[in-house]
């Protein structure tokens, strides 16, 4: 039993070793970067925006306070995310999950021509999809809110819910 709890753990740590080479994080850097993930995680962050401000215009809110609040937005994600601090760490997330091999396959796919048509279109289509998505919900939104109250409600009552 101790052997091949020993053989097990040996061929763990050479699985590993041989996953995340040397240079793991610099190749995870150069996907990244082939990828265009800062590019993605702003207009990740500021998708997440545009359906509120969408149902703010719908509720009667005009074009330049919908302006002026995706700007806002804007601002406050060049303010506060720094991709200078944030590249090594989701670097190290790829050099984790993906082998030496496949970040070099995959880097070299987005340098291709089909990659770079990738990593130029398939964000807006994502965002247009999740805007879309998202829409639907934030019309529901109301729904969403009175369930979630009448559970606390419900809770008050019986004299369960706990918290300051």
Same mark, same amino acid.
């Given at each position: 039993?101790? !052997?091949?709890?020993? !053989?097990?753990?040996?061929?763990? =740590?050479?699985?590993?070793?041989?996953? &995340?080479?040397?240079?793991?994080?610099?190749?995870?850097?150069?996907?990244?970067?082939?990828?265009?993930? $800062?590019?993605?995680?702003?207009?990740?962050?500021?998708?997440?925006?545009?359906?509120?401000?969408?149902?703010?215009?719908?509720?009667?809110?005009?074009? +330049?306070?919908?302006?002026?609040?995706?700007? =806002?937005? $804007?601002?406050?994600?060049?303010?506060?995310?720094?991709? &200078?601090? +944030? $590249?090594?760490?989701?670097? $190290?997330?790829? &050099?984790?999950?993906?082998?030496?091999?496949? #970040?070099? +396959?995959?880097?070299?796919?987005?340098?291709?021509?089909? %990659?770079?048509?990738?990593? !130029?279109?398939?964000?807006?289509?994502?965002?247009? %999809?999740?805007?879309?998505?998202?829409?639907?919900?934030?019309?529901? #939104?109301?729904?969403?809110?009175? +369930?979630?109250?009448? =559970? =606390?409600?419900?809770?008050?009552?019986? %004299?369960?819910?706990?918290?300051?």
């Amino acid at each position: 039993m101790k !052997t091949r709890f020993i !053989t097990c753990l040996a061929s763990l =740590v050479a699985a590993t070793i041989c996953f &995340a080479g040397p240079d793991s994080e610099k190749l995870a850097g150069e996907l990244l970067d082939a990828s265009n993930v $800062k590019t993605s995680l702003e207009e990740g962050f500021l998708g997440s925006i545009r359906p509120g401000l969408e149902q703010m215009k719908a509720n009667g809110g005009d074009d +330049a306070l919908v302006k002026e609040m995706m700007d =806002v937005a $804007k601002k406050f994600y060049d303010d506060n995310f720094h991709w &200078a601090l +944030a $590249k090594p760490q989701i670097a $190290k997330a790829y &050099a984790a999950e993906l082998s030496d091999e496949d #970040m070099k +396959a995959i880097t070299a796919f987005y340098l291709s021509p089909a %990659g770079k048509i990738a990593t !130029t279109k398939l964000p807006l289509i994502t965002r247009k %999809g999740t805007d879309a998505a998202m829409a639907g919900l934030q019309a529901k #939104m109301q729904e969403l809110q009175n +369930a979630m109250i009448a =559970v =606390v409600k419900k809770r008050m009552d019986a %004299g369960t819910l706990k918290g300051k």
